[in-house]
Structure formats: C-alpha cells, structure tokens
C-alpha cells in the first residue's frame, strides 16, 4: 500500500500569490491534517478533515483554508504569500479522529 | 490554549549512554503519541498511549504516561548512531482532537 503522497515536493512562490498544497491518504484513512513545521520546531497543527467535515483548525490566519474531497484526498490553499509563511507543510492520514497520524514526505514552500 | 512542551531541546549523548526526554501538557490528554523525524524527513509515528500510568517498551525505547495524562517520558537506553534524529511528544485533546506537537528534542550522539 501506497503511504501518504503530497505533491508538489518543493514550491517557490512570490509574496502576494497563492498556493494550493495536494495530499493523498493512505487507503482506508478518513481522516486528514495538515501541519505547518518550521525549521527547528514542532509541527503546527493548521486543520483536520474527517469524512468532508472541518473537525478543527488551528490559530491560523483566514488566509489559510482547506477541503477535503469524496474520496478523502484533500487541498490546502494558503493566499497572499507572506514571506513567513515559507516552511514544510506536512499531511497526515489516520483511520480515525484519535489514532495515530501517518505523515507524507511534506511540501517545502519557499515564499521571495 | 494547550500548550506541550518538552525538554530537553537538545540531548548530546556518548554512544552506549541512556537518556531520557520529557514532556508535559497544561490540560489533561487523551492520548500522547510519540513521533521521531530524521534531518531532512517527516515524522514517524512511534507510539500511542492512552491509559493513565502506561507504560510501553518497543526494544531499547521505553514510553510512560503519568497518571494525571499531562505527562510523558521517553527513555533510551544503550543510545546507537542510528537514534539520532529529533523525538516529538503530541497531546491529543479529547475535545477538539486536535494534536499538539511539543518543540521535539534533538539527539546527537558521539561514537
């Protein structure tokens, strides 16, 4: 079985455009999150998606949304790129609201 | 809000040493997973606990959970080369669900 797959693996983007971050859950998985991970500190939690539904989002600004489709992959768009939204945006699968998270390799968005 | 924290930030180990990272929680968990990430990749699921005092042991890494589920320890015994990377602790609120990740602690090890 495929684990989760993100894409694209790297990103450079402009201060003022948007970006839309893909993620695929590992077969089975319902539920998906999306983490921000700056250089040298944890991840932070942005937002979960279980079964289509919003189940919790982060102190993130309104610049930053997602969704989750039928089939359980999800987007996670962030619009006018702040230089310090630069950072690795990681996804995580887990099969239900409290169970362990499987993380993809993360997308590196480089904001100039 | 719920903040985890973890200390300590960084944990230089000789080679064949143990060593133990700790983490805490200022609202009560759900569960706390342990994750570890290797410079340059993403977090790797190691551990879930879920029961108030339990303990788990996956070979030379033993996990507790204190009995007020606000706490948990990592212990490494005999460290090897192959233990280098970052240990994140994440409390699971039982009410919102969502996972908080403390600031991780990094290990270096001398051989």
């Known amino acids: 079985d495929a684990g989760v797959t993100q894409s694209p693996t790297h990103l450079i983007k402009t201060r003022g455009q948007h970006v839309t971050l893909r993620c695929s859950p590992i077969s089975g998985h319902k539920s998906v999150s999306w983490y921000q991970q700056v250089l040298g500190q944890g991840p932070q939690f942005i937002f979960q998606?279980?079964?289509?539904?919003?189940?919790g989002r982060g102190n993130f600004p309104d610049r930053f949304s997602a969704r989750q489709f039928p089939n359980y992959s999800s987007e996670l768009n962030v619009n006018a790129l702040l230089l310090g939204d630069s950072a690795l945006y990681l996804c995580?699968?887990?099969?239900?609201?409290?169970?362990?998270?499987?993380f993809g390799q993360g997308t590196r968005l480089t904001v100039v | 809000g719920q903040q985890v924290m973890q200390i300590p930030q960084y944990q230089h180990v000789q080679e064949g040493e143990d060593f133990t990272t700790y983490c805490n929680s200022s609202?009560?968990?759900?569960?706390i997973q342990w994750y570890k990430q290797r410079p340059g990749g993403h977090p790797v699921f190691l551990i879930q606990?879920?029961?108030?005092?339990e303990v788990k042991k996956q070979k030379r890494l033993t996990f507790q959970f204190g009995e007020a589920k606000k706490n948990s320890s990592l212990h490494i015994t005999a460290t090897q080369t192959t233990d280098v990377g970052t240990y994140f602790c994440a409390g699971l609120r039982s009410n919102d669900y969502k996972l908080s990740f403390g600031a991780g602690t990094t290990v270096t090890v001398r051989a």
């Open positions: 606990l879920v029961k108030s005092g």
């Open positions: 998606y279980y079964e289509k539904e919003e189940r």
């Open positions: 609202t009560t968990l759900s569960n």
């Open positions: 995580a699968s887990s099969l239900d609201l409290n169970t362990e998270a499987f």
